[in-house]
């Protein structure tokens, strides 16, 4: 078989955790299989590396932000690398420009156009193991691009997707995906197999466990995904299409996103062109909005609220003052101490009434929900940041997320 595997940051810490991750590729090769290895930065190498940039400057230059933010993987590949070699195994390492990982141009959050295979087949077939960089691209300039944080996820799916490969292995500090984060509610359960859909949706909710581009990559190349413990041999979660069986499950996970900040709109004249104007400045200095809301009309004004990430609040109010005055609004406010709790589940599509105990969960435990927004198999709520863990317990609770769901519920 040709495996992908792609191991985290907390799996390649120390130098000991690099020599364990060495016998386990090893002991893959030994089995006889062909193996791509995509490795991130050691533990805290790549916040360090952001530190030092925003020491210098709190608006850097993109593509020197990803000039030295991205360093960190050509450590760790070089590492695994020689571990490899010491163990008397011929691998080699490769980083993203030696083995042609193509991106556009948006540094700091590149997105990955095309893989150059053939360097690696030929190395395959010399019987090499193939370390790749995670993270890290280059642009048709050939300036280095990086992926956006979490991004070496989206390397592995990729090269993956580019070799079909018959497996890609996500290598990480936890069993598998659960029900939700278990550093925040011990009693979540490891789940054995995930849809594409719901991952991805937990994803883009908070789950950082997977980055939700290689999500996408694994969904429309049909990868097959696995997330499972660098230390350990347990079997894991499995992503794949979704099935019947998925769908008798309400929910299917929990998630949290302290990230986002609200900013709203007070007495906004309500006519139409009025929100194309608020937001149209705002996609045009490429910052996402996420949910939005606009409150009924009184006297032809009306309140608009909504999220954006929270590392782009300060841009995005500056942008919204002005907008606000040009359009005659009474004033700006924003409150970048909220926190978007979320569960998600395809047996939505099929149960109503998940919504109405996710919000009386809520409101028994006293906290107060200031946005939602749902989809197909999503419900979100906006609700004050110091409430975030104990949002997320409640509602695995409420949701019996620690048992196992009975067989024909
Ligand atoms: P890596 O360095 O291996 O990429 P990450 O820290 O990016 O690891 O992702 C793994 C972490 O994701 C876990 O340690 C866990 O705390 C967190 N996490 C958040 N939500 C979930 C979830 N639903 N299932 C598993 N892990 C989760
Ligand atoms: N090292 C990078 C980061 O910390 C990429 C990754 O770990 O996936 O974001
Ligand atoms: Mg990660």
Redesign the pocket.
Known sequence: MLIVQ??????VGSLERIKNVARRIAKFKDEGHDLVVTV?AM?GETNRLVDLVYGLSDDPDPREYDQVVSTGEQVSIGLVAIALKEMGYDAISLTGWQVGMKTDSAHMKARILDVDTEKIKKYLKEGKIVIVAGFQGIDEEGNITTLGR?G??TTAVALAAALKADLCE?????D?????????VPK?R??DKISYEEMLE?ASL??????IRSVEFAMKYNVPLV?RS?LNFNPG?IITKEDKEMEKVLVS???YNKNEAKISIRRVPDRPGIAAKIFEPLKEANINVDMIIQNISKDGYTDLSFTVARNEMKKAVEIVKKVAEEIGAEGVEWDDTIAKVSIVGVGMRSHPGVAAIMFKTLADNNINIMMISTSEIKISCVIDEKYTELAVRVLHDAFNLDKEPEEGE
């Open positions: 792609k191991y985290g940051g907390t799996s991130s533990a979490g070496s996820d996500i290598y990480t500090d936890v598998g995906v659960y029900t939700a984060d278990p550093r925040i979540a490891k789940l937990m908070g789950a950082k466990v997977l980055q997330v660098s979660t996970g929990v998630t």
